[in-house]
């Protein structure tokens, strides 16, 4: 793993995400190098010549954050890199971060695959308006194993339940979906005692990653080559069309909070059309 100090003028960054207003970021890269990872687009402005997950950038600033312009804001750690990615325990950026978050007046959320989130466990729980999410999208460890190199679904789902009891608002991020392999029913059940929001992402398939994925497909699920091929080679979101209404229906006839973030590129546009 490649690892380098990097000196940065300010961590905080103006949000093209629909849900948040700004996004801190403490990291470039993350080992965790999941295989459908949108953000290893970030190789094209930071010229690692590295695969994605075999380097990481420790950003160094030595500026405080600006209150006044988080105050009544929406803050997101971390929408490209995991921030509790395992170098977190070495240098403990995310966490001096949060020190400071825990001041102001803002809605914060933090999203990991990360069971050591738990670390600072005290500290999250004087931040104000705070939603942790949790990415899960199978019960199936061998699947997990074969697309990232974060903590176990056992982990993950046992950290929501303790971030649950100690009063945190937990968010599932059933993200993303893959297509006739993804039980959103399955996780549903072994997790709804203690998560207070659903969120549903479907697999988006885009640059260098679309073709490992398909390969991916086409070698552990061959009998799933047809569906992919019309979803991501003839653009047919039919499938996903489906898959919403029947999570809608699922969700509301349970009673359960959830976002539907299936068109995505869709939501930022209407962000970025309303500003």
Same mark, same amino acid.
């Given at each position: 793993? %490649? ?29 965790? @190098?999941?295989?459908?990872?949108? !953000? ?8 690692? =010549?590295?695969?994605? @997950?075999?380097? #990481? ?21 971390? &929408?490209?890199? +995991?921030?509790?990615?395992?170098? %977190? /325990? ?9 020190? =400071? ?5 803002? /809605?914060?959320?933090? *999203? ?20 942790? *999410? ?7 460890? @061998? ?8 903590? &176990?679904? !056992? +982990? ?8 649950? %009891?100690? @009063? ?6 059933? *993200? ?8 959103? =029913?399955?996780?549903? /059940? ?28 086409? %070698? ?23 898959? !919403?209404?029947? #999570? ?28």
């Amino acid at each position: 793993m %490649e690892e380098k100090m990097i000196n940065v003028k300010d961590y905080i960054t103006k949000s093209n995400l629909p849900a948040s207003d700004y996004v801190i970021n403490p990291y470039v890269g993350c080992p965790h @190098g999941c295989k459908y990872c949108y !953000a290893s687009f970030m190789k094209r402005f930071t010229h690692h =010549q590295e695969p994605w @997950g075999d380097f #990481i950038d420790i950003k160094i600033c030595e500026k405080p954050l600006n209150k006044a312009k988080l105050t009544g804001k929406s803050v997101f750690l971390s &929408s490209v890199t +995991d921030c509790y990615n395992r170098y %977190e /325990e070495k240098y403990c950026l995310t966490q001096a971060i949060l020190k =400071q978050l825990a001041s102001i007046d803002c /809605e914060l959320g933090i *999203s990991t695959k990360s069971k050591l989130i738990l670390r600072d466990l005290d500290l999250l729980k004087q931040c104000h308006n705070l939603k942790v *999410s949790m990415s899960i999208n199978t019960m199936d460890e @061998g699947f997990r194993e074969d697309m990232d190199h974060a903590s &176990s679904i !056992a +982990d993950r789902l046992q950290t929501l339940r303790t971030l649950h %009891e100690n @009063g945190i608002h937990t968010v599932l991020f059933m *993200s993303p979906i893959f297509p006739g392999i993804t039980d959103y =029913q399955a996780i549903i /059940e072994e997790s709804h005692s203690f998560i207070d929001e659903y969120w549903f992402e479907n697999l988006n398939l885009r640059g260098s990653y679309k073709q490992v994925i398909l390969d991916y497909i086409n %070698e552990k699920y061959p009998e799933l080559n047809n569906l992919y091929t019309s979803i991501y080679k003839k653009n047919d979101k039919g499938y996903w069309q489906a898959l !919403a209404i029947e #999570i809608n229906d699922y969700c509301t006839k349970h009673k359960l909070n959830f976002i539907n973030y299936f068109y995505h590129e869709e939501l930022v546009k209407a962000k970025l059309e309303n500003h």
